[in-house]
C-alpha cells in the first residue's frame, strides 16, 4: 500500500482544478457578482458642474499668483448640493479595479477546494480507515491557515505605513493588549478553561524525553513550560494584532447590516452572527457550560447527559454552524459596506461649506475600491476558525459523530503497529520496502511524540483566542461605532 494512495488523486484532480477551471469559474468572483451586491458611482465632473449651476463653463476658474504664474484653482461645489448617487451591480469587469481582488480571490477558492478535499478525506476515512495512510487533508488545512495569515499580515503592514490616523498605534496597542492577556489566560487553571493545554504539554515532554532516550541523546527535555508558553503568548499577541481591523469592521457592518433590514429573522440572525464569538468562548468555559450541559442540576439526582467525547463532537459541530451562519450573511455585510458611499454623502449634506470635486468624488469611490478589503477582512477569521477546528477533529482524534464514543490511539499501540510494519520479512523488491519501513517507523516515532493529546489541547486553545480576540475587537468596535464616534 503506498503511503498517500487515493487520497494523492483527490489532490491531484483539485489541484487541476484549482489550476484550470478557477480562473474562469471563481467562488469567489461569484459571491460578489452574483446580482445581490450593488456599488455607488461617483459622480462625473459635468454632474457636479450641472448640479452646482455651473454648466456654462467647461474651465475652473483661474487665479494669478504675485509672481505671475497661473494656477488653477480645483472646483468646489456646496457640500448641501442636491447629489443622489447612482447603483449599479457589481459585474466582473468591475472587479478588475478593486484592490486586493487577487489575494481575496486565491484565499477564498483555495479555502473552498480545501474544504471539498477535507469532506472528501473524511469520507473516505469512513468508509475505508486506512491505518497506514497520511491525512493528506491536514496539509490542505495548514496551507489554508497559512495563507490567511500571509494576508492579514499583508494588510496590517498597510495600516503600518499609514502615518496619520492612529491605525498603527491602534495595532501595537491591541497587540501588548493580548500579549497581556494571553499570559494571564495560560495560567488559569484548566478547572476554569478546559483546554488540556498543559495535560498536552506534559504528554509531549515526557514523549519527546523517551524519543530522545531511544536516540541516544541525553536531553531534560524538548523545551521548558515556560518558555512554551512565552512562544505561544507572542504568537497569540500577534494573531489579535492582525484581527483588530477585521473586528472593529466587523461591528460597523453589524450595525449598518441591522438598520438596512427590517425583516425580524435576518435581524435575529445578525444578532446571532454577531455574537458567535462569545459562544464559541463559552463552549470551553467549564463551570458555565460543560458542567451544566454534562451535568445539569435537575433535582437532587445527578443526571449524566453525555461523554466527554459527545461533548467534544457537539462543540465542534456548533462552531462550524455558526461559521456557516457568518458566511452566510456576507452578502448583507458587504452590502452594508457599500451603502457607506451614500451615507458619507448624506452626512456631508448637513455640514456647511464647499467641497473639492475631486475629494468628493474620492469619497465615493473609495469605498467600492476596497470592497475586496473588507471581503478579506470579514471572511478571513470565519476561515481560521473553521480550519483550526478541523484540525482539532483530525489531529485531535474526534469523532463527528454525537451519538459514538471516540477513544484515543495510545502511544504503546502505535509502537506495536509500527513495530508489527517493520518486522516483516523481506520478500521482493527489499530495499525499496526497507526505505518505506523506515519512513514508516520514523513517522510512528514522531506520532508517538505530537499525540493527539498536544494537538487537542493546542489546538483547542488557538480556535478559542481567535473567537476571543475577533470577539473582544468587534465589541470595542461595537462601543466605538455607537458611542465614541458620535460624541
Known amino acids: 500500500m503506498g503511503v498517500i494512495g487515493v487520497q494523492l488523486v483527490v489532490t491531484m484532480v483539485m489541484a487541476s482544478i ?62 448641501d448640493i442636491d447629489l443622489h448617487l447612482e447603483a449599479k451591480t457589481i459585474s466582473e469587469v468591475d472587479t478588475t479595479v478593486l484592490h486586493y481582488f487577487a489575494e481575496y480571490q486565491w484565499l ?42 500571509k494576508v492579514l499580515f499583508s494588510l496590517t503592514t498597510h495600516y503600518f505605513k499609514v502615518e496619520e490616523g492612529g491605525e498603527r498605534s491602534l495595532c501595537i496597542t491591541f497587540g501588548f493588549f493580548f500579549f497581556v492577556k494571553a499570559m494571564v489566560i495560560l495560567i488559569i487553571t484548566e478547572n476554569y478553561l478546559e483546554f488540556g493545554l498543559e495535560t498536552g504539554f506534559a504528554n509531549f515532554s515526557d514523549s519527546a524525553l523517551q524519543f530522545l532516550e531511544k536516540q541516544g541523546l541525553e536531553s531534560k527535555g524538548p523545551v521548558s513550560k515556560l ?47 454577531f455574537l458567535s464569538p462569545l459562544i464559541m468562548v463559552l463552549l470551553w468555559v467549564k463551570p458555565i457550560t460543560k458542567d451544566y450541559i454534562m451535568h445539569p442540576p435537575f433535582g437532587k439526582e445527578n443526571i449524566h447527559l453525555m461523554t466527554e467525547a459527545t461533548y467534544d463532537t457537539l462543540r465542534l459541530w456548533i462552531i462550524i454552524l455558526l461559521c456557516v451562519l457568518r458566511l452566510a450573511l456576507i452578502r448583507q455585510h458587504l452590502q452594508a459596506y457599500l451603502n457607506l458611499a451614500q451615507k458619507c454623502v448624506e452626512q456631508m449634506k448637513k455640514e456647511a461649506g464647499r467641497i473639492s470635486t475631486k475629494d468628493l468624488q ?34 485531535g482524534d474526534q469523532s463527528w459523530a454525537v451519538l459514538s464514543n471516540s477513544s484515543d490511539v495510545s502511544p504503546t499501540e ?74
Not at 477585521?246 to 429573522?265: C, S, W
Not at 493529546?453 to 468587534?474: D, M
Open 362 to 395: 474620492k469619497m465615493v469611490a473609495r469605498v467600492f475600491y476596497y470592497l475586496c478589503v473588507i471581503a478579506v477582512q470579514y471572511v478571513a477569521p470565519v476561515i481560521m476558525l473553521l480550519h483550526t477546528t478541523l484540525l482539532l477533529k483530525t489531529l
Open 18 to 79: 484549482i489550476q484550470k477551471i478557477t480562473p474562469h469559474y471563481s467562488f469567489a468572483r461569484w459571491l460578489l457578482c452574483n446580482g445581490s451586491l450593488q456599488w455607488y458611482q461617483h459622480p462625473t465632473e459635468e454632474q457636479l458642474r450641472t448640479l452646482a449651476g455651473k454648466q456654462q463653463k467647461g474651465k475652473a476658474k483661474k487665479d494669478r499668483k504675485h509672481n505671475g504664474h497661473i494656477e488653477n484653482k480645483p472646483l468646489t461645489v456646496p457640500k
Open 414 to 487: 502505535t509502537i506495536a503497529a509500527t513495530n508489527l510494519i517493520t518486522s516483516a520479512p523481506p520478500t521482493i523488491n527489499e530495499s525499496k520496502k526497507l526505505t518505506v519501513a523506515q519512513i514508516t517507523m520514523a513517522l510512528g516515532g514522531l506520532r508517538n511524540v505530537f499525540t493527539p493529546l498536544l494537538f487537542r489541547g493546542l489546538l483547542s486553545f488557538l480556535a478559542w483566542w481567535i473567537a476571543a480576540c475577533l470577539f473582544t475587537t468587534s465589541l470595542f468596535g461595537l462601543f466605538y461605532h455607537q458611542y465614541l464616534k458620535v460624541a
Open 227 to 273: 518558555t512554551f508558553k512565552m512562544f505561544l503568548a507572542v504568537f497569540c499577541a500577534l494573531t489579535g494584532a492582525f484581527l483588530t481591523f477585521p473586528g472593529l469592521r466587523l461591528a460597523q457592518m453589524h450595525l449598518d447590516a441591522l438598520n438596512l433590514t427590517k425583516e425580524k429573522l435576518t435581524q435575529t440572525l445578525l444578532h446571532i452572527n
Open 108 to 149: 477564498v477558492d483555495f479555502t473552498a477546494s480545501a474544504t471539498i478535499v477535507y469532506i472528501i478525506t473524511e469520507v473516505y476515512y469512513s468508509l475505508v480507515n486506512p491505518n497506514n495512510e497520511m491525512n493528506i487533508s491536514i496539509v490542505w488545512c495548514l496551507l489554508v491557515l497559512a495563507f490567511v495569515f
